[in-house]
């Protein structure tokens, strides 16, 4: 599958201001995004920005840089944007990389370009929840997904709700094997015809309420093919707690190129 990968990065963050630039093991978080990009066989990797700073480092890494305007409500706008500036066909294919997910492994940003083969808008990934704290985790995201691979319905809440009662599920192991929870992954691909028609979509109640941008392309009636990736993937860096974490582990155990540390 002959794809592109774009990562929005924007300085401003509540919890970790800078967070594109803040040092993991002497390179900038989005450099080893970038990376992990580069070695995924992608065609081209575009760095999305409004920032001079997140401009200049990028450039300075080798990366390709869009600068696109300030005030996007989301990273897809961003993207958007950019692949027009770029002059993206309508069937070129886009991987959007958060600019926060400093060790996705290249495989699965391959693996979610290749599910555009299907006959579907957009495609993102999801892998088995094993830890009980996970699935009562208003910040790891679940996904639903019906016999055919598509998604149902995406939430903060843990889903499917366990009609004998959280607690009998919150007392014992889960496991991953029978794939009853899932983790979505925030790792998506689209047409970049269709990537500019969602960003032109209405958004609507359940996004809202949720805070999930993709419920927007379930409620206006378009399918979500979702694959469980092959191997671990481990969370993206949305806290301070999340930064020290993945630096300690950079400490302790350097990964090899592509290499992605399991829970």
Not at 44 to 73: L, M, Q, S, Y
Not at 246 to 263: D, E, I, N, W
Request: net charge neutral.
């Amino acid at each position: 599958m002959h794809f592109r990968v774009y990562i929005p990065a924007r300085y401003g963050s509540s919890r970790l201001p800078g967070k594109p630039l803040l040092d993991i093991a002497g390179k900038p978080m989005l450099q080893h995004v970038f990376e992990r990009a580069r070695e995924s066989g992608a065609a081209r990797v575009v760095v999305a920005t409004d920032d001079e700073r997140i401009k200049a480092r990028a450039e300075a890494f080798g990366a390709t840089v869009c600068i696109t305007a300030p005030g996007h409500a989301s990273g897809t706008d961003r993207i958007a944007e950019a692949a027009t500036l770029l002059g993206e066909d309508d069937d070129a294919v886009i991987v959007n990389l958060q600019g926060d997910e400093p060790f996705m492994p290249p495989h699965a940003i391959a693996e979610v370009a290749a599910l555009l083969a299907q006959d579907v808008p957009m495609a993102t990934l999801c892998t088995p929840i094993s830890r009980r704290e996970d699935l009562f985790d208003r910040n790891v995201v679940k996904v639903v997904m019906d016999d055919a691979g598509h998604a149902l319905y995406f939430s903060r809440a843990s889903i499917p709700f366990a009609h004998a009662g959280p607690d009998e599920v919150r007392a014992g192991p889960l496991d991953p094997t029978r794939g009853t929870w899932f983790r979505h992954l925030g790792l998506y691909a689209y047409r970049a015809g269709f990537l500019r028609r969602l960003c032109r979509l209405p958004v609507c109640a359940i996004e809202q309420i949720e805070a999930l941008e993709q419920l927007r392309v379930l409620y206006h009636g378009y399918r979500i093919a979702v694959a469980i990736a092959v191997g671990p993937v481990e969370g993206g860096v949305d806290t301070p707690g999340d930064l020290a974490r993945v630096r300690q582990r950079l400490v302790t155990a350097r990964p090899a190129a592509g290499h992605r540390f399991a829970q």
